[in-house]
């Protein structure tokens, strides 16, 4: 099972998380990052950089693999996920641009933008910890309900529900690309570490359906669960819906003091 972990605000999610990323990069020095994009993981982000400044932590040969992409934007597009990790993540954190990777979006070579970026990551050894957030439908990564669980990174259609919900960082609904590339759910069960973020109400169905659902193929957060070291870190709102919720408080509080997160 996952581990949860509620939290009271985004903020202490951010330093819990942030942490976790500081004790790996303590250990392993060019730790390769699962990065994701969106609102949610900003918190941990933010904390991370105020972390590293703080102790003064040597980021300069982590490395980094982001989730997705989209398919088609413009190179240096605002939005692009190339563009979103250099702004909140490259840049306040000080790491190194050539060892952060981002799936190719560009319609050039598409074809094989999947193998090259699986190619990429058994190269690096794979990834440490992935950071998640999860889709008000379900999904990690851009994977939409119905992704197998053995998928690889490759070209995906995104949902109206996940156009919808990204049209905020764009112009209008209708200039949200139709399609991205994205790790596949079997790519992100071989990351060591899962650590997945939520925030909010609206992610409340998705986090019980990820935690506690059947593991199922339509509910793409469920595959979670099939991994052997999963953390959940949510507030209250989100929490919300879990039907175990007592139980897993009471495990957080009785955590065995040897046992990290
Ligand atoms: P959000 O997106 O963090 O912007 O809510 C999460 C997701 O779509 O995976």
């Given at each position: 099972?996952?581990?949860?972990?509620?939290?009271?605000?985004?903020?202490?999610?951010?330093?819990?998380?942030a942490?976790?990323?500081v004790?790996?990069?303590?250990?392993?020095?060019?730790?390769?990052?699962?990065?994701?994009?969106?609102?949610?993981?900003?918190?941990?982000?933010?904390a991370l950089?105020a972390r590293v400044?703080d102790i003064?932590?040597?980021?300069?040969?982590?490395?980094?693999?982001?989730?997705?992409?989209?398919?088609?934007?413009?190179?240096?597009?605002?939005?692009?996920?190339?563009?979103?990790?250099?702004?909140?993540?490259?840049?306040?954190?000080?790491?190194?641009?050539?060892?952060?990777?981002?799936?190719?979006?560009?319609?050039?070579?598409?074809?094989?933008?999947?193998?090259?970026?699986?190619?990429?990551?058994?190269?690096?050894?794979?990834?440490?910890?992935?950071?998640?957030?999860?889709?008000?439908?379900?999904?990690?990564?851009?994977?939409?309900?119905?992704?197998?669980?053995?998928?690889?990174?490759?070209?995906?259609?995104?949902?109206?529900?996940?156009?919808?919900?990204?049209?905020?960082?764009?112009?209008?609904?209708?200039?949200?690309?139709?399609?991205?590339?994205?790790?596949?759910?079997?790519?992100?069960?071989?990351?060591?570490?899962?650590?997945?973020?939520?925030?909010?109400?609206?992610?409340?169905?998705?986090?019980?359906?990820?935690?506690?659902?059947?593991?199922?193929?339509?509910?793409?957060?469920?595959?979670?669960?099939?991994?052997?070291?999963?953390?959940?870190?949510?507030?209250?709102?989100?929490?919300?819906?879990?039907?175990?919720?007592?139980?897993?408080?009471?495990?957080?509080?009785?955590?065995?003091?040897?046992?990290?997160?």
């Amino acid at each position: 099972m996952a581990e949860i972990v509620v939290v009271s605000d985004q903020q202490s999610a951010g330093e819990l998380s942030a942490q976790i990323m500081v004790d790996l990069i303590e250990r392993t020095p060019d730790a390769v990052l699962g990065l994701a994009t969106g609102s949610t993981p900003l918190a941990l982000y933010r904390a991370l950089a105020a972390r590293v400044a703080d102790i003064g932590l040597d980021v300069s040969r982590v490395r980094g693999f982001a989730l997705d992409e989209y398919v088609g934007l413009p190179e240096g597009h605002p939005e692009s996920y190339r563009s979103v990790i250099t702004r909140e993540v490259v840049e306040p954190l000080g790491l190194t641009p050539a060892l952060i990777h981002v799936p190719n979006g560009s319609l050039d070579g598409i074809e094989h933008a999947g193998p090259d970026y699986e190619e990429a990551l058994t190269a690096a050894g794979g990834v440490d910890v992935q950071v998640l957030g999860i889709g008000t439908d379900g999904h990690i990564g851009f994977n939409e309900p119905g992704s197998s669980f053995a998928s690889a990174t490759r070209v995906k259609t995104l949902t109206e529900q996940t156009r919808r919900d990204n049209a905020r960082f764009f112009a209008s609904e209708a200039d949200v690309p139709m399609h991205c590339i994205t790790q596949g759910l079997g790519t992100i069960l071989r990351a060591r570490h899962l650590l997945l973020l939520a925030f909010g109400e609206g992610k409340a169905d998705a986090v019980a359906g990820a935690v506690e659902g059947p593991v199922s193929a339509s509910n793409p957060g469920s595959a979670i669960q099939l991994h052997p070291h999963a953390t959940v870190i949510v507030d209250e709102a989100a929490a919300s819906r879990l039907q175990n919720l007592a139980y897993y408080r009471y495990a957080y509080a009785n955590k065995p003091a040897w046992q990290t997160l």
